[in-house]
């Protein structure tokens, strides 16, 4: 009797899906990725746009995460330089601002260690004769600038470009695919879903859903998927406007509630880019605006470091979802860690939440919590050394 199709099928076309269908494809086996509109056309286009350690990450003591995203940083710099690229980062520091000189220089210096004490991980103060030189950062009050480095990155052509790699190693994807059901028959998956007028079938030894913020709903079209994890959608605006931006990013707080907010480069530096925030959601994810509350927000974070822009007046905005697990603590205070669930059998893994950054490093972790069930397979290449263009 044939085997299935398919060793593994992958639900989403954002950079976890692509990631994983990347990893599987190297790593010799048989994949199938459905994506219901295009790729990246949820999260994965709407993010901040860094490839970054997660300074802010060491508030919540969250070490682990910081260390495996500096070395994806790194790693991400080396294999898609034309797409991942290091840039200044900058943290004011004024009378009201709440994380003082020495807790910054003690996170920046941990930021330091957790990245190998690297060149590209070291920090400065930036001198005074050098301020007025920050695109028009305010200087009154201004007491110290603390400089950094980070990578930036167009989220969706970097998925597009993970996308593709996965392609040339004989992935298949579909776009657009709306996956309607799945069935376990022994230990073989069948796997409904709709491409144009046609329903299809397929069968697949491993199921994965990277669905992002559809994560739920996929799980309820699965009968005895299992338990779930407990997660909460958060939102996270962007505007972006019509205003050069020529000397990196800035780390600021929020004067409302202290929150970190990046004011950013875009285009190439002809315009700013400011996020991003945390706005609980309840929905349909496809219909996630940005709130006349989170523009005010981000335009009044923005004018009170850049009072040049207190006119401006934003020419786009955008939000994306997070999936952050369920708490009593503010959003800004919950884990970013990626969680996997996998149910009893082994044979299904849903991803919860995660990073841009770490996104290889996620699929190589659900590969190997899908290998007792895949049958063995010659690998075709290392995503740790396979060039992004």
């Not at 480095?149 to 040339?168: E, M, P, Y």
Request: with cysteine; charged share 25%.
């Amino acid at each position: 009797m044939a085997g299935p199709e398919y060793d593994l099928v992958v639900l989403g076309g954002g950079i976890h899906g692509c990631g994983l269908a990347q990893a599987a494809a190297a790593a010799g086996y048989r994949v199938l990725l459905l994506e219901q509109t295009a790729l990246a056309a949820g999260t994965s286009s709407r993010s901040s746009k860094l490839i970054h350690g997660g300074l802010r990450y060491l508030e919540t003591g969250e070490l682990r995460l910081v260390r495996e995203s500096l070395a994806e940083r790194r790693r991400l710099l080396r294999l898609a330089p034309g797409l991942v690229r290091l840039v200044d980062h900058h943290i004011p520091v004024y009378p009201e601002t709440r994380r003082r000189p020495g807790r910054l220089w003690a996170g920046l210096a941990l930021y330091a260690l957790a990245g190998g004490l690297h060149r590209d991980s070291l920090f400065s103060r930036l001198p005074r004769r050098d301020w007025g030189g920050l695109d028009g950062l305010r200087t009154r009050g201004l007491q110290q600038v603390f400089r950094y480095r980070d990578a930036q990155t167009d989220d969706a052509a970097l998925t597009r470009a993970v996308a593709r790699s996965a392609q040339a190693l004989g992935a298949r994807i579909l776009v657009p695919a709306r996956f309607l059901e799945a069935q376990r028959q022994g230990d073989t998956w069948r796997v409904r879903f709709q491409a144009g007028f046609e329903r299809r079938l397929v069968t697949a030894r491993a199921l994965v859903n990277a669905a992002g913020p559809w994560v739920g709903e996929i799980l309820a079209r699965i009968p005895d998927a299992g338990r779930a994890i407990p997660f909460e959608l958060v939102q996270g605006s962007h505007i972006l406007l019509d205003r050069p931006l020529r000397h990196g990013v800035y780390y600021v707080e929020a004067p409302d509630d202290g929150r970190a907010v990046f004011v950013m480069p875009w285009r190439g530096g002809g315009q700013t880019l400011v996020g991003t925030t945390e706005t609980p959601y309840q929905g349909d994810p496809a219909r996630v605006t940005p709130l006349p509350e989170e523009l005010d927000y981000l335009q009044r974070t923005l004018a009170a470091y850049f009072p040049a822009c207190r006119d401006l007046r934003p020419v786009a905005s955008f939000a994306g979802l997070r999936v952050l697990p369920g708490g009593a603590d503010t959003p800004f205070r919950r884990s970013r860690e990626t969680r996997l669930l996998a149910d009893c059998e082994g044979t299904l893994v849903s991803i919860y939440g995660g990073k841009l950054t770490v996104y290889r490093a996620t699929a190589a972790r659900v590969l190997r919590r899908l290998r007792p069930v895949l049958p063995r397979r010659r690998a075709r290449a290392d995503t740790a050394r396979l060039p992004l263009t």
